[in-house]
Structures are given as C-alpha cells and as structure tokens.
C-alpha cells in the first residue's frame, strides 16, 4: 500500500515540464501545486486517525486507499492552473492518515523492541516507490490511452494501482492479532500480553490519561513536530526538484531521468535497515537521527558546489541521510507516546511535520523562477538539517508524568 501511496504522490514530479507546455503551469505554479498536497493531508490528518482508531485498520485503511486511487486517476483529466491545485489539494485530503494510521497500527501488533526495524522495512517502501517511479512512470509515458497524452495516461494508470490494492486490503488486512487466523491462541495471547504489559508500564508513569490540550503542551510533542518538519522538508525537496537536476546532466529522455532518479533512493535502503538495526541495539537512538541529518546536511551542502552530474552524486549521499534519519525517528514518539492517545498524537507530529513537504516545493519553485537557481533553497536545507540535528538530541524516548 505503501509502495503505491508514494508513486501517486510524487509522480507529479516527472510531468513538470509537460505541465508547462500543456498547461502552461510555470514553476512557481508548479511548486505550489505539488505543495498543496500536505496542506489537505494536514488538515485531515488527525479526524482521520481518529476514525481509524475506532472503525478499525481493515475499514479505514482500505476507504483511505480507495478514495486516494480515485483522485490521482482524475489527475489525468485536469485541463487548468486552477484545477491542478484543487486535485493536489484533495489528494493530500484523501491521504490523510494512511502515514501516521500504519504506525499507529504497528503499535497494536509489535514490541517496542520490534519497532525501529519493522518501520525501517515500512519506510523501504517510499524508496522502493523512489526507485520504481521513475522507469515506471517513463515507461508509461510512451503509452496513450483513450486519446489521453502520455503524462496524462501514467496518472490515470498509476491510480487504478491504487484501486487495486484498496480493494485486496478490504479483504486481506488484519486489524488486531486477534482478528489473524493465521496465529494460534497461544501467540495471540503472548503477544497481546506483552503489548499489554508495556502499556501498563507506560500508564504507570501517568496519572490520568493525557487530553488533546497535553498534547499540544508537552514539549516534546513539540520538538517531535519541529525535528520531523526539517526530515520532510529535506526529503520532498529531492523527490519534487531531483527530476529537474537530473535534466540539467544532459539531453535525456523521460525513461533516462527515470532511471537515474532511482539511483539515490536505492542506495538509501541499505542505509536504512543498517541504521535501524543499529539504533535498536542503542540506548540513545536520538543521537542515530541526530547523525543521519548531519549526513543530510553534508551531501545537501555539497550539491551546491560543482556542476549538475556532481550535485546529483552529492545528493545521493544526502538521500541515505534523510532517509535514514525518517525510519530512525518514529520508534521515538511510539515509545514516548501512551497507547490511549497515541493514535491522534502520532498524526499530529506527521501532519505538521509533513508541512515541509508543502513549504519545500513552493519554496524551491519560487527561487527557480526568480532567480533561476535553486541553491538557496538548498543552502537553507542545510542548515536547516544542522539545527533539526541538534534539538533531536534533546527527544525523550520515555514518558514523563502529566501533571
């Protein structure tokens, strides 16, 4: 689901070009477009966990991807400025809490000790979609179907996938252990007992369930946000404007800049697994993130200083850093986090976090086409990544009292 979650979000990124010759959408237009996609996803992003929390993962999961799969389809049919941004929009808005939903459904069926390397699989799934999308999507290009042009016929067919896939969840996703036929009583019963243990553990340093209100008082629901802000940021700035780079080595056609974008996100994988699986055996996986944006930092700085084919090798270092630092982050706030609120908590820190993913896109699109370059946006990604760093250094893995 996952896989084909991220191809529908960022395959706006192949079509730039055609959206200006076509449309004549122009970069800024462009950037903000692709931006407008968090602003939906964050203004639904809480009710829609919620909602997951009681109809339960099986429903939910399935409606989110469904309705997802029905606007990146109608996608292919837009023939103005204005209906990009409404589409984008209510893409985002269809999204919402798929992201923070799965994690949160990773808290009903594993182990803290678990967590850090399950999500590090999860999230192979956006570099998995990195890596496919780009050949996939030029592949599709060359196809017209029904009289649609070839951008248009890769969105409308990229979207049935997510039909698909929204349809076999219906009937295959199990909710809770106890709902999985293919466990014995005997591992439903011990693996409920130990989730249930650990909450305990975490209620005991709780007086009272915590509210929405202590939730946005708590600092480091706070610092979650801002440390996850800078890792979207970072991470939507490479997916949107990497295809543009990319153009710049030379006279490539679709399919080529396809291949070559998939380049950074395959050899962010292996990153992440390893840096999972080595911030699990860590007593302190704050300084594991802390490290990632600092690799981040370095390769996003380094891009800014030689010419297109140097810049790209330079953020393919930076990819296994902010790649990295995304599946080192969430075994964070899931420890931290009490089980009653952690559903409505865990979309908050995703969906202000993902706001980066709005702020970076129209940034970069405003720089382009007003300066005609982006390496401001950059610069300022670097240091953003420096700063994030530092603060993330300071994120409790355990739960304090709330008075």
């Not at 036929?181 to 249930?196: D, N, P, Q």
Request: glycine fraction near 10%; proline fraction near 4%.
């Amino acid at each position: 689901m996952f896989i084909v979650n991220y191809l529908d979000r960022v395959n706006v990124g192949f079509i730039q070009k055609h959206l200006k010759a076509d449309l004549g959408v122009d970069s800024a237009a462009y950037g903000f477009g692709a931006g407008l996609f968090f602003v939906g996803y964050a203004i639904f992003e809480m009710p829609s966990n919620i909602l997951l929390q009681r109809l339960g993962a099986r429903a939910w999961l399935s409606r989110i991807a469904l309705s997802w799969g029905v606007v990146a389809s109608l996608m292919a049919f837009v023939q103005t400025e204005t209906q990009f941004y409404w589409l984008r929009f209510a893409l985002g808005a269809a999204e919402a809490g798929f992201f923070p939903g799965v994690i949160y459904y990773f808290t009903r069926w594993l182990p803290a000790s678990e967590r850090g390397k399950t999500i590090a699989l999860f999230l192979s799934g956006s570099a998995i979609a990195s890596i496919l999308s780009g050949p996939l999507s030029g592949a599709l290009m060359k196809l017209s179907w029904f009289g649609l042009k070839g951008w248009q016929t890769m969105l409308f067919i990229e979207g049935l996938f997510s039909i698909a896939i929204g349809v076999f969840a219906c009937f295959w996703l199990d909710s809770l252990p106890r709902d999985a036929k293919w466990l014995s009583l005997e591992e439903t019963h011990a693996l409920e007992s130990t989730l249930a243990k650990e909450q305990l553990e975490r209620e005991a340093l709780r007086r009272e369930k915590p509210g929405m209100l202590a939730l946005l008082r708590d600092p480091q629901i706070l610092l979650f946000c801002c440390v996850y802000f800078v890792i979207q940021l970072t991470i939507y700035a490479a997916t949107f404007w990497l295809p543009s780079i990319i153009r710049q080595m030379g006279d490539l056609s679709d399919l080529q800049v396809g291949f070559f974008n998939s380049i950074p996100w395959s050899i962010s994988i292996l990153g992440m697994y390893l840096a999972a699986a080595g911030s699990s055996r860590s007593r302190r996986p704050q300084a594991w993130v802390a490290g990632a944006l600092l690799v981040a930092a370095f390769g996003i700085y380094m891009s800014t200083i030689g010419g297109p084919i140097f810049a790209f090798v330079a953020l393919c270092f930076a990819a296994l850093g902010f790649k990295s630092a995304s599946s080192l982050f969430w075994p964070i706030p899931q420890s931290y986090l009490d089980a009653r609120i952690a559903a409505p908590a865990l979309a908050l820190i995703n969906s202000l976090g993902n706001l980066g993913g709005f702020v970076a896109p129209t940034v970069f699109g405003w720089l382009e086409k007003n300066t005609g370059s982006t390496k401001g946006g950059l610069y300022g990604l670097a240091i953003a990544s420096i700063l994030a760093s530092c603060v993330s250094l300071r994120a409790a893995c355990k739960p304090s009292a709330v008075r």
